[in-house]
Protein backbone atom coordinates (compact mmCIF):
# COMPACT_ATOMS: atom_id res chain seq x y z
CA UNK A 1 0.00 0.00 0.00
CA UNK A 2 3.00 2.19 0.82
CA UNK A 3 4.60 1.57 -2.31
CA UNK A 4 1.28 2.37 -4.40
CA UNK A 5 1.18 5.68 -3.16
CA UNK A 6 4.23 7.74 -5.17
CA UNK A 7 2.97 5.98 -8.44
CA UNK A 8 -0.19 7.73 -7.98
CA UNK A 9 0.74 11.10 -7.13
CA UNK A 10 3.07 10.74 -9.82
CA UNK A 11 0.22 9.92 -12.62
CA UNK A 12 -1.49 13.26 -11.27
CA UNK A 13 1.70 14.71 -11.75
CA UNK A 14 2.32 13.88 -15.35
CA UNK A 15 -1.07 14.67 -16.24
CA UNK A 16 -0.79 16.55 -19.30
CA UNK A 17 -1.80 20.54 -18.97
CA UNK A 18 -4.94 20.06 -21.15
CA UNK A 19 -6.46 17.37 -19.17
CA UNK A 20 -6.54 20.05 -15.26
CA UNK A 21 -9.87 21.29 -16.11
CA UNK A 22 -11.16 17.98 -17.19
CA UNK A 23 -10.20 16.44 -14.00
CA UNK A 24 -11.38 19.59 -12.01
CA UNK A 25 -14.50 19.00 -12.87
CA UNK A 26 -14.39 15.31 -11.84
CA UNK A 27 -12.83 16.00 -8.70
CA UNK A 28 -15.70 18.07 -8.11
CA UNK A 29 -18.26 16.00 -9.71
CA UNK A 30 -16.76 13.28 -7.29
CA UNK A 31 -16.84 15.20 -4.17
CA UNK A 32 -20.40 16.30 -4.62
CA UNK A 33 -21.56 13.10 -5.12
CA UNK A 34 -19.78 12.22 -1.90
CA UNK A 35 -21.43 14.82 -0.44
CA UNK A 36 -24.95 14.02 -1.90
CA UNK A 37 -25.10 10.24 -0.30
CA UNK A 38 -23.37 11.19 3.03
CA UNK A 39 -25.76 14.62 3.61
CA UNK A 40 -28.88 13.31 1.71
CA UNK A 41 -29.15 16.24 0.12
CA UNK A 42 -29.29 18.12 -3.57
CA UNK A 43 -25.94 19.32 -4.65
CA UNK A 44 -24.21 22.18 -2.66
CA UNK A 45 -23.97 25.56 -2.98
CA UNK A 46 -21.41 26.84 -4.95
CA UNK A 47 -18.27 28.44 -3.14
CA UNK A 48 -19.02 32.08 -2.91
CA UNK A 49 -15.84 33.80 -4.39
CA UNK A 50 -14.93 37.31 -2.85
CA UNK A 51 -14.86 40.23 -5.05
CA UNK A 52 -11.26 41.60 -6.29
CA UNK A 53 -10.97 45.36 -7.37
CA UNK A 54 -11.26 44.78 -10.40
CA UNK A 55 -14.54 43.09 -10.35
CA UNK A 56 -15.60 45.61 -8.12
CA UNK A 57 -14.66 48.20 -10.69
CA UNK A 58 -16.15 46.45 -13.19
CA UNK A 59 -19.42 46.30 -11.17
CA UNK A 60 -20.03 50.13 -10.93
CA UNK A 61 -18.41 50.69 -14.71
CA UNK A 62 -21.39 48.57 -15.39
CA UNK A 63 -23.98 50.21 -13.69
CA UNK A 64 -22.73 53.81 -14.82
CA UNK A 65 -22.70 52.66 -18.18
CA UNK A 66 -26.22 50.92 -18.31
CA UNK A 67 -28.04 52.73 -21.17
CA UNK A 68 -30.96 54.24 -20.54
CA UNK A 69 -33.98 56.11 -22.35
CA UNK A 70 -32.82 58.99 -22.84
CA UNK A 71 -36.40 61.15 -22.40
CA UNK A 72 -36.06 62.01 -18.61
CA UNK A 73 -32.86 64.08 -19.96
CA UNK A 74 -34.89 65.08 -23.09
CA UNK A 75 -37.99 66.65 -21.11
CA UNK A 76 -35.63 68.15 -18.59
CA UNK A 77 -33.34 69.86 -21.03
CA UNK A 78 -36.92 71.69 -22.81
CA UNK A 79 -38.00 72.99 -19.26
CA UNK A 80 -34.80 74.21 -18.82
CA UNK A 81 -33.85 75.76 -21.84
CA UNK A 82 -37.70 77.68 -21.64
CA UNK A 83 -36.73 78.87 -18.20
CA UNK A 84 -33.41 80.51 -19.45
CA UNK A 85 -35.17 82.06 -22.12
CA UNK A 86 -37.71 83.62 -19.68
CA UNK A 87 -35.23 84.66 -17.82
CA UNK A 88 -32.52 86.50 -20.07
CA UNK A 89 -35.73 88.32 -21.96
CA UNK A 90 -37.08 89.33 -18.65
CA UNK A 91 -33.85 90.48 -17.28
CA UNK A 92 -33.15 92.50 -20.62
CA UNK A 93 -36.57 94.06 -21.51
CA UNK A 94 -38.33 94.68 -17.89
CA UNK A 95 -35.49 94.55 -15.17
CA UNK A 96 -33.14 96.55 -17.10
CA UNK A 97 -29.75 94.87 -16.32
CA UNK A 98 -28.38 96.03 -19.66
CA UNK A 99 -28.64 99.43 -19.38
CA UNK A 100 -28.35 99.50 -15.33
CA UNK A 101 -25.37 97.30 -15.22
CA UNK A 102 -23.27 98.13 -19.43
CA UNK A 103 -23.98 101.85 -20.22
CA UNK A 104 -20.89 103.64 -20.80
CA UNK A 105 -22.09 106.14 -18.35
CA UNK A 106 -24.09 104.33 -15.77
CA UNK A 107 -22.64 103.32 -13.73
CA UNK A 108 -19.01 104.50 -12.95
CA UNK A 109 -17.40 100.69 -12.73
CA UNK A 110 -18.37 97.03 -12.84
CA UNK A 111 -16.97 94.84 -10.14
CA UNK A 112 -15.47 91.95 -10.97
CA UNK A 113 -14.24 88.59 -9.64
CA UNK A 114 -10.53 88.28 -8.81
CA UNK A 115 -10.36 85.15 -11.26
CA UNK A 116 -11.62 88.03 -13.95
CA UNK A 117 -10.30 91.05 -12.95
CA UNK A 118 -9.61 91.81 -17.09
CA UNK A 119 -13.00 90.50 -19.14
CA UNK A 120 -13.62 92.28 -21.19
CA UNK A 121 -16.69 95.42 -21.25
CA UNK A 122 -18.26 95.30 -24.78
CA UNK A 123 -20.14 98.33 -25.65
CA UNK A 124 -24.14 98.43 -24.58
CA UNK A 125 -24.71 98.02 -28.10
CA UNK A 126 -23.16 95.01 -28.34
CA UNK A 127 -24.16 93.79 -24.67
CA UNK A 128 -27.43 93.74 -26.33
CA UNK A 129 -26.72 91.52 -29.19
CA UNK A 130 -24.72 88.97 -26.58
CA UNK A 131 -27.95 88.95 -24.32
CA UNK A 132 -30.19 88.23 -27.42
CA UNK A 133 -27.52 85.32 -28.88
CA UNK A 134 -27.92 83.83 -25.15
CA UNK A 135 -31.81 83.75 -25.10
CA UNK A 136 -31.58 82.37 -29.14
CA UNK A 137 -28.94 79.51 -27.66
CA UNK A 138 -31.74 78.75 -24.84
CA UNK A 139 -34.43 78.19 -27.16
CA UNK A 140 -32.50 76.05 -29.32
CA UNK A 141 -31.47 74.48 -26.78
CA UNK A 142 -34.75 73.75 -25.30
CA UNK A 143 -36.21 72.49 -28.54
CA UNK A 144 -33.48 70.15 -29.25
CA UNK A 145 -31.39 71.60 -32.11
CA UNK A 146 -28.15 71.97 -33.03
CA UNK A 147 -27.89 71.03 -29.67
CA UNK A 148 -23.93 70.31 -28.89
CA UNK A 149 -23.66 74.13 -30.59
CA UNK A 150 -26.75 75.55 -28.42
CA UNK A 151 -25.20 74.52 -24.85
CA UNK A 152 -21.87 75.87 -25.58
CA UNK A 153 -22.94 78.75 -27.45
CA UNK A 154 -25.09 79.43 -23.86
CA UNK A 155 -22.26 78.05 -21.55
CA UNK A 156 -20.03 80.59 -22.71
CA UNK A 157 -22.57 83.46 -23.54
CA UNK A 158 -24.45 82.62 -19.76
CA UNK A 159 -21.15 82.76 -18.13
CA UNK A 160 -19.74 85.84 -19.77
CA UNK A 161 -22.40 87.85 -18.52
CA UNK A 162 -22.06 86.83 -15.12
CA UNK A 163 -18.50 87.60 -15.78
CA UNK A 164 -18.70 91.15 -16.36
CA UNK A 165 -20.67 92.16 -13.12
CA UNK A 166 -19.89 90.58 -9.57
CA UNK A 167 -22.49 92.09 -8.19
CA UNK A 168 -24.97 90.26 -10.33
CA UNK A 169 -23.85 86.86 -8.62
CA UNK A 170 -26.37 84.80 -7.23
CA UNK A 171 -25.91 80.75 -6.28
CA UNK A 172 -28.92 80.50 -8.55
CA UNK A 173 -27.28 81.79 -11.64
CA UNK A 174 -24.37 79.55 -10.81
CA UNK A 175 -26.43 76.77 -10.83
CA UNK A 176 -27.73 77.46 -14.15
CA UNK A 177 -23.84 77.69 -15.35
CA UNK A 178 -23.27 74.52 -14.07
CA UNK A 179 -26.01 72.96 -15.73
CA UNK A 180 -25.22 74.35 -19.26
CA UNK A 181 -21.71 72.72 -18.61
CA UNK A 182 -23.39 69.17 -17.76
CA UNK A 183 -25.37 69.72 -21.34
CA UNK A 184 -22.45 70.03 -23.01
CA UNK A 185 -21.18 66.36 -21.80
CA UNK A 186 -24.01 65.01 -21.96
CA UNK A 187 -25.92 63.79 -24.98
CA UNK A 188 -30.01 65.58 -24.11
CA UNK A 189 -30.75 65.53 -27.35
CA UNK A 190 -31.90 61.69 -27.94
CA UNK A 191 -35.32 62.18 -27.64
CA UNK A 192 -38.17 64.75 -27.40
CA UNK A 193 -35.89 67.21 -29.83
CA UNK A 194 -35.72 68.18 -33.54
CA UNK A 195 -31.98 66.74 -33.61
CA UNK A 196 -33.78 63.45 -32.84
CA UNK A 197 -36.40 64.07 -35.31
CA UNK A 198 -33.95 64.33 -38.08
CA UNK A 199 -32.35 61.55 -37.41
CA UNK A 200 -34.71 59.35 -37.75
CA UNK A 201 -36.01 61.67 -41.16
CA UNK A 202 -32.46 60.38 -42.57
CA UNK A 203 -32.38 57.07 -41.24
CA UNK A 204 -29.20 57.03 -39.20
CA UNK A 205 -31.31 56.10 -35.70
CA UNK A 206 -29.73 53.94 -33.72
CA UNK A 207 -29.83 51.73 -30.68
CA UNK A 208 -27.22 53.48 -29.21
CA UNK A 209 -28.29 57.04 -30.41
CA UNK A 210 -31.47 56.10 -28.97
CA UNK A 211 -30.20 55.55 -25.37
CA UNK A 212 -27.92 57.29 -23.27
CA UNK A 213 -25.37 55.47 -20.48
CA UNK A 214 -26.96 55.91 -16.98
CA UNK A 215 -23.95 58.76 -15.43
CA UNK A 216 -25.36 61.32 -17.58
CA UNK A 217 -28.49 61.01 -15.55
CA UNK A 218 -26.82 60.41 -12.11
CA UNK A 219 -24.72 63.54 -12.81
CA UNK A 220 -27.55 66.09 -13.27
CA UNK A 221 -29.12 64.06 -10.17
CA UNK A 222 -26.11 64.47 -7.87
CA UNK A 223 -25.70 68.38 -9.11
CA UNK A 224 -29.26 69.18 -7.87
CA UNK A 225 -28.66 66.80 -4.55
CA UNK A 226 -25.55 68.85 -3.82
CA UNK A 227 -27.50 71.79 -4.11
CA UNK A 228 -30.20 70.87 -1.54
CA UNK A 229 -27.57 68.83 1.20
CA UNK A 230 -25.25 71.49 1.27
CA UNK A 231 -27.99 74.36 2.20
CA UNK A 232 -28.78 72.21 5.00
CA UNK A 233 -25.42 72.39 5.96
CA UNK A 234 -25.38 75.61 5.83
CA UNK A 235 -28.02 76.34 7.83
CA UNK A 236 -26.73 74.24 10.43
CA UNK A 237 -25.77 77.62 12.51
CA UNK A 238 -26.65 79.32 15.78
CA UNK A 239 -28.84 82.16 14.00
CA UNK A 240 -31.14 79.63 11.95
CA UNK A 241 -31.28 76.81 14.61
CA UNK A 242 -31.49 78.72 17.87
CA UNK A 243 -32.52 82.04 17.36
CA UNK A 244 -34.51 81.61 14.36
CA UNK A 245 -33.14 83.51 12.43
CA UNK A 246 -33.47 85.29 9.82
CA UNK A 247 -37.01 83.67 8.73
CA UNK A 248 -38.13 85.00 12.31
CA UNK A 249 -37.42 88.84 10.33
CA UNK A 250 -38.82 88.08 7.40
CA UNK A 251 -41.54 85.70 7.37
CA UNK A 252 -43.20 88.05 10.54
CA UNK A 253 -43.45 90.81 7.83
CA UNK A 254 -45.96 88.81 5.86
CA UNK A 255 -49.77 89.55 6.74
CA UNK A 256 -51.28 86.65 6.32
CA UNK A 257 -48.59 84.36 8.00
CA UNK A 258 -48.70 86.62 10.90
CA UNK A 259 -52.23 86.85 11.39
CA UNK A 260 -52.52 83.38 11.51
CA UNK A 261 -49.90 82.95 13.71
CA UNK A 262 -51.27 85.12 16.27
CA UNK A 263 -54.46 82.96 16.31
CA UNK A 264 -52.36 79.85 17.25
CA UNK A 265 -50.53 81.50 19.45
CA UNK A 266 -50.46 84.21 22.04
CA UNK A 267 -49.20 87.41 19.54
CA UNK A 268 -46.21 88.22 22.11
CA UNK A 269 -45.65 84.09 20.79
CA UNK A 270 -46.03 85.04 17.16
CA UNK A 271 -43.15 85.91 16.02
CA UNK A 272 -40.92 83.38 17.49
CA UNK A 273 -42.86 80.67 16.66
CA UNK A 274 -42.89 81.84 13.25
CA UNK A 275 -39.17 81.86 13.32
CA UNK A 276 -38.26 78.33 14.37
CA UNK A 277 -41.24 77.06 12.27
CA UNK A 278 -39.89 78.14 9.07
CA UNK A 279 -36.06 77.43 10.17
CA UNK A 280 -36.91 73.87 11.12
CA UNK A 281 -38.74 73.17 8.13
CA UNK A 282 -36.35 74.66 5.96
CA UNK A 283 -33.34 73.11 7.41
CA UNK A 284 -34.95 70.21 7.19
CA UNK A 285 -36.36 70.13 3.95
CA UNK A 286 -33.11 70.82 2.64
CA UNK A 287 -31.27 67.96 4.47
CA UNK A 288 -33.84 65.04 3.25
CA UNK A 289 -35.33 65.85 0.36
CA UNK A 290 -32.42 65.07 -1.55
CA UNK A 291 -32.98 61.53 -0.16
CA UNK A 292 -36.09 61.28 -0.60
CA UNK A 293 -36.36 62.13 -4.11
CA UNK A 294 -33.50 59.30 -4.71
CA UNK A 295 -36.07 56.41 -2.79
CA UNK A 296 -38.39 55.15 -4.66
CA UNK A 297 -40.60 55.27 -1.64
CA UNK A 298 -40.60 58.71 -0.70
CA UNK A 299 -40.41 60.02 -3.74
CA UNK A 300 -44.27 61.06 -4.22
CA UNK A 301 -43.96 63.07 -0.90
CA UNK A 302 -41.19 64.46 -1.91
CA UNK A 303 -42.58 66.03 -4.84
CA UNK A 304 -44.72 67.32 -3.14
CA UNK A 305 -42.73 69.05 -1.14
CA UNK A 306 -41.09 70.27 -3.10
CA UNK A 307 -43.97 71.78 -5.16
CA UNK A 308 -44.90 73.43 -1.36
CA UNK A 309 -41.39 74.87 -0.51
CA UNK A 310 -40.62 76.41 -3.65
CA UNK A 311 -43.81 77.76 -4.63
CA UNK A 312 -43.87 80.01 -1.29
CA UNK A 313 -40.69 80.96 -1.87
CA UNK A 314 -41.64 82.37 -5.59
CA UNK A 315 -44.04 84.33 -4.00
CA UNK A 316 -42.71 85.73 -0.26
CA UNK A 317 -39.44 86.00 -2.16
CA UNK A 318 -39.96 86.98 -5.50
CA UNK A 319 -36.96 85.20 -6.99
CA UNK A 320 -37.25 84.76 -10.31
CA UNK A 321 -36.96 81.36 -12.25
CA UNK A 322 -35.24 80.06 -9.62
CA UNK A 323 -38.36 77.78 -8.41
CA UNK A 324 -39.52 76.46 -10.92
CA UNK A 325 -36.20 75.51 -12.26
CA UNK A 326 -36.08 73.89 -9.37
CA UNK A 327 -39.60 71.72 -9.90
CA UNK A 328 -38.62 70.90 -13.06
CA UNK A 329 -35.51 69.16 -11.84
CA UNK A 330 -37.98 66.62 -10.23
CA UNK A 331 -38.30 64.99 -13.59
CA UNK A 332 -34.74 63.79 -12.94
CA UNK A 333 -35.13 61.83 -10.30
CA UNK A 334 -38.38 59.73 -11.66
CA UNK A 335 -36.86 56.51 -13.58
CA UNK A 336 -36.70 56.22 -16.73
CA UNK A 337 -39.06 53.36 -17.76
CA UNK A 338 -41.41 55.59 -15.50
CA UNK A 339 -41.67 58.90 -17.40
CA UNK A 340 -41.90 56.77 -21.01
CA UNK A 341 -45.10 55.73 -19.62
CA UNK A 342 -46.43 58.77 -18.86
CA UNK A 343 -48.99 59.45 -21.65
CA UNK A 344 -48.03 63.27 -23.08
CA UNK A 345 -44.52 61.52 -23.37
CA UNK A 346 -45.64 57.74 -23.95
CA UNK A 347 -44.60 58.80 -28.33
CA UNK A 348 -41.29 59.78 -27.48
CA UNK A 349 -40.28 56.98 -25.44
CA UNK A 350 -37.21 54.65 -26.79
CA UNK A 351 -38.95 51.21 -27.38
CA UNK A 352 -35.79 48.84 -28.04
CA UNK A 353 -35.10 47.39 -24.56
CA UNK A 354 -31.87 48.85 -23.49
CA UNK A 355 -30.39 46.16 -21.84
CA UNK A 356 -30.60 43.82 -24.51
CA UNK A 357 -29.52 44.21 -28.14
CA UNK A 358 -31.93 43.53 -31.29
CA UNK A 359 -30.53 39.63 -31.92
CA UNK A 360 -31.57 39.22 -28.09
CA UNK A 361 -27.57 38.87 -26.95
CA UNK A 362 -26.94 40.66 -23.90
CA UNK A 363 -25.27 44.20 -24.42
CA UNK A 364 -21.36 43.93 -23.60
CA UNK A 365 -20.75 46.73 -20.99
CA UNK A 366 -19.29 49.39 -22.72
CA UNK A 367 -16.27 51.77 -20.31
CA UNK A 368 -16.26 55.46 -19.76
CA UNK A 369 -12.75 56.77 -21.38
CA UNK A 370 -9.78 58.05 -19.36
CA UNK A 371 -10.70 61.70 -20.23
CA UNK A 372 -14.50 61.59 -19.25
CA UNK A 373 -13.81 59.68 -16.21
CA UNK A 374 -10.85 61.85 -15.02
CA UNK A 375 -13.43 64.97 -16.13
CA UNK A 376 -16.10 63.81 -13.81
CA UNK A 377 -14.02 62.72 -10.98
CA UNK A 378 -12.66 66.48 -10.68
CA UNK A 379 -15.89 67.90 -11.31
CA UNK A 380 -17.35 65.38 -8.20
CA UNK A 381 -14.22 66.75 -6.38
CA UNK A 382 -15.00 69.84 -6.67
CA UNK A 383 -18.58 70.36 -5.64
CA UNK A 384 -18.02 68.15 -2.60
CA UNK A 385 -15.08 70.20 -1.54
CA UNK A 386 -15.39 73.73 -2.86
CA UNK A 387 -18.61 74.81 -0.27
CA UNK A 388 -16.25 73.93 2.66
CA UNK A 389 -13.76 76.44 1.50
CA UNK A 390 -15.22 79.01 4.42
CA UNK A 391 -12.59 76.63 6.89
CA UNK A 392 -9.41 77.85 5.53
CA UNK A 393 -10.71 81.42 6.55
CA UNK A 394 -10.64 82.57 10.81
CA UNK A 395 -13.83 84.24 11.92
CA UNK A 396 -17.34 83.21 10.80
CA UNK A 397 -18.44 82.91 7.34
CA UNK A 398 -21.28 84.63 7.88
CA UNK A 399 -20.31 87.74 8.92
CA UNK A 400 -16.92 87.74 7.08
CA UNK A 401 -18.33 86.48 4.61
CA UNK A 402 -15.19 84.97 3.18
CA UNK A 403 -15.79 81.95 1.13
CA UNK A 404 -19.65 82.52 1.19
CA UNK A 405 -20.19 82.32 -2.90
CA UNK A 406 -20.00 79.05 -4.93
CA UNK A 407 -21.28 76.81 -1.49
CA UNK A 408 -24.87 77.06 -1.57
CA UNK A 409 -25.46 79.09 1.53
CA UNK A 410 -28.44 80.76 0.06
CA UNK A 411 -31.08 83.29 2.23
CA UNK A 412 -29.26 82.74 5.41
CA UNK A 413 -28.82 86.71 6.88
CA UNK A 414 -30.89 89.42 7.18
CA UNK A 415 -28.42 91.98 7.08
CA UNK A 416 -28.04 96.12 7.31
CA UNK A 417 -24.74 97.99 6.77
CA UNK A 418 -24.52 101.93 7.24
CA UNK A 419 -21.59 103.19 5.04
CA UNK A 420 -20.04 106.89 5.46
CA UNK A 421 -16.77 107.17 3.50
CA UNK A 422 -14.25 109.37 4.10
CA UNK A 423 -11.31 110.68 2.24
CA UNK A 424 -8.33 112.18 2.90
CA UNK A 425 -6.23 113.79 0.18
CA UNK A 426 -2.81 114.35 0.75
CA UNK A 427 -1.83 117.16 3.11
CA UNK A 428 -5.45 118.19 3.01
CA UNK A 429 -8.85 117.81 5.27
CA UNK A 430 -11.08 114.91 5.42
CA UNK A 431 -14.25 114.87 3.93
CA UNK A 432 -17.57 112.61 3.37
CA UNK A 433 -17.99 110.88 -0.41
CA UNK A 434 -21.52 111.08 -1.32
CA UNK A 435 -21.12 110.83 -4.89
CA UNK A 436 -21.53 107.04 -5.29
CA UNK A 437 -22.19 106.58 -8.82
CA UNK A 438 -23.26 103.28 -8.71
CA UNK A 439 -26.41 101.24 -9.31
CA UNK A 440 -28.94 100.01 -6.76
CA UNK A 441 -28.15 96.14 -7.25
CA UNK A 442 -24.49 97.12 -6.72
CA UNK A 443 -25.03 99.29 -4.02
CA UNK A 444 -26.50 96.18 -1.97
CA UNK A 445 -24.08 94.07 -3.19
CA UNK A 446 -20.94 95.96 -2.29
CA UNK A 447 -22.47 97.10 1.27
CA UNK A 448 -22.13 92.83 1.63
CA UNK A 449 -19.19 91.71 0.32
CA UNK A 450 -15.66 92.38 1.52
CA UNK A 451 -14.48 92.14 -1.64
CA UNK A 452 -16.35 95.03 -3.72
CA UNK A 453 -15.97 97.07 -0.75
CA UNK A 454 -12.06 96.85 -1.37
CA UNK A 455 -12.73 97.24 -4.89
CA UNK A 456 -15.05 100.83 -4.24
CA UNK A 457 -12.40 102.25 -2.51
CA UNK A 458 -9.27 101.66 -4.28
CA UNK A 459 -11.52 102.67 -7.13
CA UNK A 460 -11.55 106.53 -5.38
CA UNK A 461 -8.41 106.09 -4.63
CA UNK A 462 -7.42 105.83 -7.96
CA UNK A 463 -9.35 108.56 -9.29
CA UNK A 464 -8.40 110.91 -7.41
CA UNK A 465 -4.86 110.66 -8.23
CA UNK A 466 -6.33 110.84 -12.12
CA UNK A 467 -8.08 113.54 -11.09
CA UNK A 468 -5.66 116.10 -9.11
CA UNK A 469 -2.21 114.16 -9.70
CA UNK A 470 -2.04 113.26 -5.84
CA UNK A 471 -2.98 110.25 -3.88
CA UNK A 472 -5.70 110.28 -1.06
CA UNK A 473 -6.76 108.10 1.70
CA UNK A 474 -9.78 106.29 1.49
CA UNK A 475 -11.04 104.91 5.20
CA UNK A 476 -14.59 103.29 5.81
CA UNK A 477 -16.57 103.81 9.05
CA UNK A 478 -18.55 100.91 7.99
CA UNK A 479 -21.46 99.06 10.57
CA UNK A 480 -23.27 95.90 10.04
CA UNK A 481 -26.35 94.43 11.70
CA UNK A 482 -26.57 91.00 11.31
CA UNK A 483 -30.00 88.90 11.67
CA UNK A 484 -31.69 91.55 14.20
CA UNK A 485 -28.07 91.86 16.24
CA UNK A 486 -26.97 95.86 17.28
CA UNK A 487 -24.85 97.46 14.54
CA UNK A 488 -21.53 96.68 14.73
CA UNK A 489 -18.28 97.98 13.04
CA UNK A 490 -17.22 95.88 10.38
CA UNK A 491 -14.69 97.40 8.98
CA UNK A 492 -11.75 98.56 11.04
CA UNK A 493 -11.79 102.32 10.52
CA UNK A 494 -7.93 103.17 10.79
CA UNK A 495 -7.74 101.59 7.76
CA UNK A 496 -6.52 103.02 4.53
CA UNK A 497 -8.23 100.64 2.08
CA UNK A 498 -5.80 102.30 -0.71
CA UNK A 499 -2.74 100.56 0.64
CA UNK A 500 -4.21 96.94 1.40
CA UNK A 501 -3.42 94.49 -1.26
CA UNK A 502 -5.90 93.57 -3.23
CA UNK A 503 -4.76 90.04 -3.61
CA UNK A 504 -4.29 89.22 0.06
CA UNK A 505 -5.65 85.41 0.79
CA UNK A 506 -7.53 87.35 4.02
CA UNK A 507 -9.36 90.67 4.74
CA UNK A 508 -7.59 91.20 8.50
CA UNK A 509 -9.45 95.06 7.94
CA UNK A 510 -12.52 93.63 9.27
CA UNK A 511 -13.52 93.30 12.35
CA UNK A 512 -14.22 90.36 14.35
CA UNK A 513 -18.18 90.53 15.11
CA UNK A 514 -19.07 90.67 19.28
CA UNK A 515 -20.38 87.89 21.44
CA UNK A 516 -23.95 87.24 21.30
CA UNK A 517 -23.24 87.34 25.17
CA UNK A 518 -23.22 90.56 25.54
CA UNK A 519 -26.85 91.39 23.74
CA UNK A 520 -30.14 90.75 25.61
CA UNK A 521 -32.45 89.96 22.32
CA UNK A 522 -35.53 89.99 24.72
CA UNK A 523 -34.83 93.41 25.95
CA UNK A 524 -34.09 94.85 22.14
CA UNK A 525 -37.81 93.78 21.59
CA UNK A 526 -39.12 95.45 24.42
CA UNK A 527 -37.53 98.42 23.54
CA UNK A 528 -38.39 98.17 19.98
CA UNK A 529 -42.15 98.03 20.84
CA UNK A 530 -42.25 100.56 23.09
CA UNK A 531 -40.48 102.84 20.42
CA UNK A 532 -43.43 101.68 18.11
CA UNK A 533 -45.86 102.31 20.19
CA UNK A 534 -44.90 105.97 21.10
CA UNK A 535 -44.78 106.66 17.19
CA UNK A 536 -40.70 106.08 17.24
CA UNK A 537 -38.38 103.52 15.54
CA UNK A 538 -35.20 102.12 17.61
CA UNK A 539 -31.72 101.23 15.91
CA UNK A 540 -29.23 100.19 17.86
CA UNK A 541 -25.58 100.14 17.69
CA UNK A 542 -22.73 98.21 19.92
CA UNK A 543 -19.01 98.69 20.45
CA UNK A 544 -16.51 97.41 22.52
CA UNK A 545 -14.98 99.16 25.03
CA UNK A 546 -12.63 102.23 24.37
CA UNK A 547 -14.77 102.41 21.33
CA UNK A 548 -15.92 105.68 19.83
CA UNK A 549 -18.35 106.62 17.28
CA UNK A 550 -18.12 110.57 15.73
CA UNK A 551 -21.59 111.04 13.86
CA UNK A 552 -24.08 114.12 12.71
CA UNK A 553 -27.51 114.66 12.52
CA UNK A 554 -28.38 116.55 9.59
CA UNK A 555 -31.65 119.60 9.93
CA UNK A 556 -32.13 119.07 6.42
CA UNK A 557 -34.93 115.95 6.44
CA UNK A 558 -38.11 114.83 8.14
CA UNK A 559 -35.92 113.41 11.39
CA UNK A 560 -36.70 116.19 14.46
CA UNK A 561 -37.21 114.45 17.63
CA UNK A 562 -33.94 111.87 18.24
CA UNK A 563 -32.59 110.61 21.67
CA UNK A 564 -30.25 107.80 22.79
CA UNK A 565 -30.98 105.22 25.58
CA UNK A 566 -28.23 103.31 27.18
CA UNK A 567 -29.45 99.79 26.81
CA UNK A 568 -26.42 98.09 28.58
CA UNK A 569 -22.31 98.51 29.69
CA UNK A 570 -20.76 101.70 29.88
CA UNK A 571 -21.94 104.33 27.90
CA UNK A 572 -21.38 108.46 27.32
CA UNK A 573 -21.92 111.01 24.83
CA UNK A 574 -19.66 114.13 24.23
CA UNK A 575 -21.76 116.96 22.19
CA UNK A 576 -19.20 119.82 21.73
CA UNK A 577 -16.66 119.64 25.21
CA UNK A 578 -19.48 118.29 27.27
CA UNK A 579 -19.16 114.49 28.32
CA UNK A 580 -22.36 113.25 29.74
CA UNK A 581 -22.47 109.85 31.22
CA UNK A 582 -26.09 108.21 30.01
CA UNK A 583 -27.17 105.26 32.66
CA UNK A 584 -28.30 102.37 31.72
CA UNK A 585 -31.69 102.50 31.17
CA UNK A 586 -31.82 106.57 30.76
CA UNK A 587 -32.25 108.58 27.90
CA UNK A 588 -30.41 111.72 26.20
CA UNK A 589 -32.21 113.87 23.68
CA UNK A 590 -29.36 114.95 20.97
CA UNK A 591 -29.58 118.08 19.23
CA UNK A 592 -30.59 118.24 15.75
CA UNK A 593 -27.74 119.48 13.17
CA UNK A 594 -24.64 119.01 15.26
CA UNK A 595 -21.99 116.40 15.78
CA UNK A 596 -22.00 114.17 18.90
CA UNK A 597 -19.58 111.22 20.17
CA UNK A 598 -20.62 107.90 21.86
CA UNK A 599 -18.10 106.54 23.96
CA UNK A 600 -17.83 103.23 25.58
CA UNK A 601 -16.01 102.56 28.64
CA UNK A 602 -15.17 100.12 30.94
CA UNK A 603 -13.00 96.78 30.89
CA UNK A 604 -15.96 94.12 30.47
CA UNK A 605 -18.70 93.40 28.00
CA UNK A 606 -19.86 95.29 24.62
CA UNK A 607 -22.17 98.60 25.35
CA UNK A 608 -25.31 98.90 23.91
CA UNK A 609 -27.07 101.59 23.12
CA UNK A 610 -30.08 103.01 20.59
CA UNK A 611 -31.36 105.61 18.98
CA UNK A 612 -35.13 106.37 18.83
CA UNK A 613 -36.08 108.45 16.43
CA UNK A 614 -39.43 110.02 14.40
CA UNK A 615 -38.14 109.15 11.06
CA UNK A 616 -37.70 106.11 8.73
CA UNK A 617 -34.30 103.92 8.97
CA UNK A 618 -33.52 105.30 5.81
CA UNK A 619 -34.25 109.32 6.85
CA UNK A 620 -32.51 108.42 9.78
CA UNK A 621 -29.18 107.19 8.06
CA UNK A 622 -29.20 110.19 6.06
CA UNK A 623 -29.07 112.47 8.76
CA UNK A 624 -26.29 110.72 9.54
CA UNK A 625 -24.56 111.21 6.83
CA UNK A 626 -24.48 107.45 6.38
CA UNK A 627 -25.58 105.12 3.23
CA UNK A 628 -27.67 102.02 3.56
CA UNK A 629 -30.10 100.52 1.30
CA UNK A 630 -32.96 102.00 3.33
CA UNK A 631 -31.58 105.58 2.67
CA UNK A 632 -30.59 104.36 -1.05
CA UNK A 633 -34.19 103.57 -1.67
CA UNK A 634 -35.07 107.17 -1.06
CA UNK A 635 -33.80 108.53 -4.60
Known amino acids: ?269 ASSVIGHFFSAGGLLFDLLIGFMLISKTFRPMGFLMTFGFHLTNHFVFKIGTFPWVMMATNILFIEPETVSKIPILKNFATSANTSTSRDGKKTQTSKLCRPLLALLFCYVTAQCLVPFRHWLYPGDVNWTMEGHQFSWRMMLNAEDVVLRTLIRPQGGAEVVHTGYQINARQMKRMLTDPELILQYAQHLGRGHLQTTGSPASVRLDMWRSLNNRPFQRWVDPSVDLTTVDYWAFHYPWLEPRLPDSDIDFSELDRIRDEAKDGGKMATFFMDKPGGVFKTTLQADGPCSNISLLAVSGDVSVQIKKVHTPVPVGTGLSLPIGGFHRVRTGGDGPASVWAYLHDCSPGHFHNAMMMVSMDSWELY
Request: net charge neutral.
Open 1 to 269: MDQQQPSVRLRHATRPAEDISTADSEEKTTNGGVNEERDGKGAPEPVKRRLSSSDESAGWMATLTERVDPLTLAVFRFLFGAAMVVHIVRAALTQDVIQANFQDFFPELNFHYYFAMNVWKPPVEITWYIFWACAVSAGLLSIGFLYRLASLSFFLLFTYINLLEKARYNNHYYLYILVSFLFLITDCNRSFSLDHLIACWRGKKTEKTSTVPKWQLDILRFQIFVCYFYGSIAKMNYDWVIRGEPCKTWFYRVEPIRQLAEIVVPPEY
